[in-house]
């Protein structure tokens, strides 16, 4: 078992650029996750989904973010335009039918 | 307001003493409780979860919580602290009882170990 898989570990990018975050959850969890870590906010939910379909999306900071999950093997969470202020750590985590929630590597984003 | 807190926002501590890390939960029920560590530059690493039964739960690396109701406490314990032990913790609680899925975490308590 690989574990969750996070791409890339880190992301470097200019302000106003598009960013991809990609997510590959462990085979069989049906509950897919995205978080951010600040120093401020701390670990926040920005959306998770089930069996594919999101299920709360309240954490979204705002219409720049959008996640997606086409199939059970693969999510993306897309900033566009990026900011400086969406410099962060951002984990993805997924979980079976019990609550074994394991989390991937994480995403470090810095925006300059 | 409806939150799980961790007093302590930073421990000190001597290797080979005992650790204690605080988490209180302020709900309407009983959440199902989780420990979770983060070395630097990591990810989340479950340590230890408890849904019910026992109230003594033990983990990995030789931690152990115990669940205390009458408190809606959960806190974690080491008996002796190695210095791989330096971290941040978090407890974090998922409210089932209104089918919300999702973890939600405390702030976190930073450990050091000093030799």
């Known amino acids: 078992d690989a574990g969750v898989i996070q791409s890339p570990r880190h992301e470097v990018t200019e302000m106003g650029q598009e960013v991809t975050l990609r997510c590959k959850p462990i085979?069989?969890?049906?509950?897919l996750f995205w978080y951010r870590q600040t120093m401020m906010r701390g670990l926040e939910l920005l959306i998770y989904?089930?069996?594919?379909?999101?299920?709360?999306d309240s954490g979204m900071p705002e219409d720049r973010f959008s996640a997606k999950m086409p199939n059970a093997s693969f999510s993306t969470l897309k900033i566009q335009p990026s900011e400086p202020r969406d410099s962060a750590v951002y984990f993805c985590?997924?979980?079976?039918?019990?609550?074994?929630?394991?989390f991937g590597s994480g995403t470090r984003l810095t925006v300059v | 307001a409806q939150s799980v807190t961790q007093p302590d926002i930073h421990i000190t501590v001597s290797e080979g003493a005992s650790l204690e890390l605080r988490c209180n939960y302020s709900y309407g029920a009983t959440p199902y409780l989780f420990w979770y560590v983060q070395s630097p530059g990591q990810g989340l690493q479950l340590l230890l979860k408890?849904?019910?039964?026992?109230?003594l739960v033990q983990g990995i690396k030789g931690f152990e919580a115990e669940f205390k109701r009458s408190q809606s406490s959960f806190n974690l314990r080491k008996p002796s602290v190695h210095w791989s032990d330096a971290a941040e913790y978090f407890c974090?609680?998922?409210?089932?009882?209104?089918?919300?899925?999702?973890?939600?975490f405390g702030a976190g308590t930073t450990v050091t170990v000093r030799a």
């Open positions: 989904f089930n069996n594919n379909v999101p299920i709360d």
């Open positions: 985590a997924s979980r079976p039918g019990e609550y074994g929630y394991t």
């Open positions: 085979s069989g969890h049906d509950y």
């Open positions: 974090a609680v998922v409210l089932l009882w209104v089918n919300d899925y999702k973890l939600s």
């Open positions: 408890y849904f019910s039964g026992d109230t």
